[in-house]
C-alpha cells in the first residue's frame, strides 16, 4: 500500500515538473515572439551535451550552420533560455557596443567552494574590472620580451627531444609532445618552475595539467549553462586534487621567493608585485604616482589568476600548434613554404629573437588559418546584465538571459570563408582581411573581454613552430584519423585521439 502511494505521489510529482517546464519555463521565447528550437523536457536543447554525445563547439556550430538566417534564435541550455547570435553586427552589439548590458560570461565562478574559478575569465562585475585593470600591465609587448628568454630554453630543449626521433624517421604523437613543451613554458613563465615535462612525460605537472580539461559531460553542460545548480550543491568545478596541488604549489613558490629575494622575469614576479602593492612596475623608470587605497591582491585571488595564465595557456596553444602541424603535414608546400621563411628571418635577425618572430607574417598567416578552423574556445557566452531591447531587431531581453556566440560555426561559414573546411592561409592576405566583417574572425573574442594573453599564446605557439618548421619536416601517420574528431568531453576544441606525425630532418 505505501509502496503504490509513493509511485503515485511520484507520478504526481514527475507530471508537475513536466507541466512547468513545458508551459512556464519553455514558453519564454515563444511569449516574446523569437523564433527557437522545440526544447524536449528536462534538458531543453542540449541533450547531446548532457549524454557526451557531441562537443560543445560542434552542437552550436551545427544550430548556427541550420537555423542562421534568423539573425538571433532561441534555444534552452536545460533551463535556461539562450539566444544563440548568429549575425555578425549583433556579435558586435553584444561584445562590444552594448557591452554594458552584456560584460559578465555567465559561467560558474565561486571562490569560496572553488578558489581556482575566481579568476578574470570567469569573474563578473566590478571584481572583474578592478581585476582587469590590474592584470592588463603584465601583458604588454614589454613584458612578454622580458618572458622571450623562457619560451627559447623551452622551445630549444623541444627541438632537442625529437632529434633522436628525427634520425630514426620515426612517427610521434604531437599533440602531447605539443602539450608538454606548452606545459614546460608556462610552468616556467607562469610559476617559475622548471617542470622538465618534455624529458619525463607523466610528471606530476603534466598529470594534473590533463586533469583540468577532463570533465565529466553533466558538469560540463552546468558550468556554461547552469551555474545555478553547482552553486546550490556546493559542488566545486575543478578537482579537489587539482585545486590542493596549485595552491600548495603557488604558495611555496611565492614564500621561497621571498625569503630569498628572488626576482624573475616572470608572470609570477608580476603577481608577487600585485600581491604586494596592488600594481605591477612600470616598463621604463619613471615614477607611478598610485593611490593609497589601492586594494591588493590575496594569496588565493593571485594562485587563481596564476591557473587560469596556466590552463588557458597550455591547452589553447598545444591544441593549435598540433592543428597546425596537422594541416602543414598534409600540404608540404605550404610547409616547405613557411620553413623557407622562417630559416630567411632567422638569419637576417643573427638567430631567434623577438622581433624575428613578429616578422614572420606567413607563419602568422598560418597561425590564423588554425585558429580559424579550430578556435580553441569554439563558444563564446554572456548573460544579459541589465534589461535591453537589442538593437535592430524586436528582441526584448530581461537581465539573466544567456547568450552564446557560435564562434566555430561562424569561422567555417561558407558564405564568410568559401570552402570552410580547406586549409587556406592566404585568406589572411590584408586585402581579404579588409573585405570581410571584423566580427568574421575573432578567435581570442573581442571589445572590453577579449582574451588578455592573447599575445602570450601567439608568442608560446609560434616559438615551438619556429623550432620544429625550422629543422624537421612533418608527414601524417596512417593512424592519424582524417578528418579529426573532437573530444566530447573538453571544453576547448581538442582532438579525440593522438594525432601522429612522421618526423624527418630537414
Not at 185 to 196: L, Q, T
Not at 310 to 337: I, N, V, W
Amino acid at each position: 500500500m505505501v509502496l503504490v502511494e509513493l509511485i503515485g505521489a511520484f507520478i504526481v510529482v514527475l507530471s508537475i515538473v513536466y507541466i512547468y517546464y513545458k508551459y512556464v519555463i519553455f514558453n519564454f521565447w515563444r511569449k516574446r515572439g523569437v523564433f527557437y528550437i522545440e526544447p524536449v523536457v528536462p534538458t531543453g536543447n542540449v541533450t547531446p551535451l548532457v549524454t557526451g554525445k557531441t562537443q560543445v563547439g560542434v552542437f552550436f556550430h551545427d544550430a548556427y550552420l541550420k537555423y542562421k538566417n534568423h539573425r538571433a534564435f532561441g534555444m534552452y541550455t536545460l533551463f535556461m533560455p539562450n539566444l544563440v547570435i548568429a549575425d555578425l553586427d549583433l556579435v558586435r552589439t553584444v561584445l562590444t557596443k552594448e557591452f554594458k548590458s552584456f560584460h559578465d560570461r555567465g559561467m560558474y565562478c565561486n571562490e569560496k567552494i572553488d578558489p581556482l574559478t575566481d579568476h578574470l575569465f570567469l569573474m563578473s562585475g566590478k571584481r572583474w574590472r578592478n581585476m582587469r585593470v590590474k592584470m592588463t600591465p603584465t601583458f604588454t609587448s614589454g613584458k612578454m620580451k622580458q618572458m622571450f628568454v623562457i619560451l627559447k630554453e623551452c622551445g630549444e630543449e623541444l627541438a632537442k627531444y625529437l632529434d633522436s626521433k628525427a634520425q630514426t624517421r620515426d612517427s610521434i604523437e604531437i599533440k602531447d609532445t605539443f602539450g608538454r613543451y606548452t606545459t614546460d613554458v608556462i610552468m616556467s613563465a607562469a610559476f617559475g618552475i622548471k617542470s622538465n615535462c618534455i624529458e619525463e612525460p607523466n610528471n606530476e605537472y603534466r598529470v594534473q595539467g590533463k586533469k583540468i580539461f577532463d570533465v565529466n559531460s553533466i558538469k560540463l553542460a552546468m558550468f556554461f549553462f547552469a551555474p545555478q545548480i553547482l552553486d546550490f550543491f556546493s559542488i566545486p568545478f575543478t578537482e579537489r586534487s587539482v585545486t590542493d596541488f596549485y595552491m600548495k604549489m603557488f604558495r611555496e613558490t611565492v614564500e621561497y621567493r621571498q625569503a630569498n629575494q628572488i626576482v624573475r622575469p616572470d608572470f609570477m614576479n608580476l603577481l608577487i608585485q600585485l600581491m604586494e602593492r596592488g600594481y605591477v612596475d612600470p616598463e621604463d623608470d619613471r615614477k607611478t604616482t598610485v593611490s593609497s587605497n589601492i586594494s591588493k591582491l590575496t594569496m588565493a585571488e593571485a594562485t587563481a589568476q596564476g591557473f587560469v595564465f596556466f590552463a588557458a595557456g597550455f591547452e589553447t596553444s598545444s591544441s593549435t600548434a598540433t592543428f597546425a602541424l596537422y594541416e602543414l603535414a598534409q600540404y608540404q608546400d605550404m610547409q616547405d613554404k613557411v620553413s623557407n621563411e622562417i630559416n630567411e628571418i632567422l638569419a637576417k635577425h643573427g638567430g631567434l629573437t623577438y622581433d624575428a618572430v613578429n616578422d614572420m607574417t606567413y607563419l602568422h598567416k598560418i597561425l590564423n588559418e588554425t585558429l580559424r578552423k579550430y578556435p580553441p574556445l569554439p563558444i563564446l557566452n554572456r548573460i544579459c546584465t541589465e534589461e535591453i531591447n537589442l538593437p535592430t531587431t524586436n528582441i526584448r531581453l530581461p537581465k539573466g538571459t544567456l547568450i552564446t556566440i557560435p564562434l566555430l560555426g561562424i569561422h567555417r561559414d561558407p558564405s564568410i570563408y568559401p570552402d570552410p573546411d580547406k586549409f587556406d592561409p592566404e585568406r589572411f592576405n590584408a586585402d581579404k582581411v579588409e573585405k570581410r566583417h571584423p566580427y568574421a574572425f575573432i578567435p581570442f573574442g573581442e571589445g572590453p573581454r577579449n582574451c588578455i594573453g592573447s599575445r602570450f599564446g601567439y608568442l608560446q605557439t609560434k616559438v615551438g613552430l619556429v623550432y620544429l618548421l625550422s629543422k624537421y619536416k612533418f608527414k601524417l601517420h596512417s593512424r592519424t584519423p582524417v578528418p579529426l574528431v573532437f573530444s566530447e568531453r573538453s571544453a576547448v576544441l581538442a582532438t579525440k585521439s593522438g594525432v601522429y606525425l612522421t618526423i624527418e630532418p630537414r
